[in-house]
């Protein structure tokens, strides 16, 4: 079973708007961390932003925000003033226990000029 | 930018062949990850490691093998390639539970 699930293979927004990008997980631990990677074509993965399973307020970095949703399993990442660098494979991930660390299928982001 | 290497980036070798994707990170991170990712699609956690001397299988059975003698050296070896495993392959290592993974540049693997 897929402990990450990202239902949106691909999106688009136009420049200088806003998009939300889905996430759901599975786990039965009440401490654990995810995360928001971003995977620019070609070059390295690099964290997005990061949220504590423990901490209710949502994690935000400039025009990166979350959605956690602790009862509903959801995670969702929202990006405002959408920029053309800001596209991108996004990828959610789940840390599990000590430090099992796993990832979602992924969202293609593409920024309309 | 992320100290942590692989090599090489690019591979392409015959089927049969034995080979090893070396990754290393110099921020003395305990935690290490291997994961195969086909482009364009999910990354699959193949290898993880606590520290020097312990290893783990992820979620994607591998016929792959790692090795932990050093901290910041975490080496990933095919015994035997085949057309099966071409792939891109991530390294990525983190300091504690639940901080950032920092990821290499990948090594993209073809066997022909």
């Known amino acids: 079973a897929q402990t990450v699930t990202q239902s949106q293979p691909e999106m688009s927004v136009q420049e200088a708007e806003t998009v939300t990008l889905s996430c759901t997980y599975d786990?039965?631990?009440?401490?654990?961390?995810l995360f928001w990677y971003k995977q620019p074509p070609s070059r390295q993965m690099i964290l997005v932003i990061r949220?504590?399973?423990?901490?209710?307020q949502n994690a935000t970095e400039n025009r990166f925000s979350v959605n956690f949703q602790k009862a509903a399993k959801s995670f969702s990442l929202k990006i405002s003033d959408s920029q053309l660098g800001d596209a991108a494979m996004y990828f959610c991930a789940l840390l599990q226990g000590a430090q099992k660390l796993v990832f979602g299928q992924g969202t293609r982001l593409t920024i309309n000029p | 930018e992320a100290d942590i290497y692989q090599t090489p980036r690019y591979l392409v070798i015959g089927t049969g062949k034995k080979i090893t994707l070396e990754c290393s990170q110099t921020?003395?991170?305990?935690?290490m990850y291997w994961y195969q990712q086909d482009p364009g699609m999910e990354l699959h956690l193949i290898h993880y490691?606590?520290?020097?001397?312990?290893?783990e299988k992820g979620d994607l059975s591998s016929e792959s093998t790692v090795s932990r003698i050093r901290t910041e050296h975490f080496p990933l070896t095919l015994e035997s390639a085949r057309p099966s495993h071409t792939s891109q392959y991530l390294c990525?290592?983190?300091?504690?539970?639940?901080?950032?993974?920092?990821f290499g540049q990948g090594t993209r693997l073809t066997v022909v």
């Open positions: 786990t039965s631990e009440s401490d654990y961390y």
């Open positions: 490691s606590y520290g020097v001397n312990s290893t």
């Open positions: 921020m003395g991170h305990d935690k």
């Open positions: 990525a290592s983190s300091e504690y539970r639940g901080s950032e993974a920092f």
């Open positions: 949220q504590e399973a423990y901490k209710q």
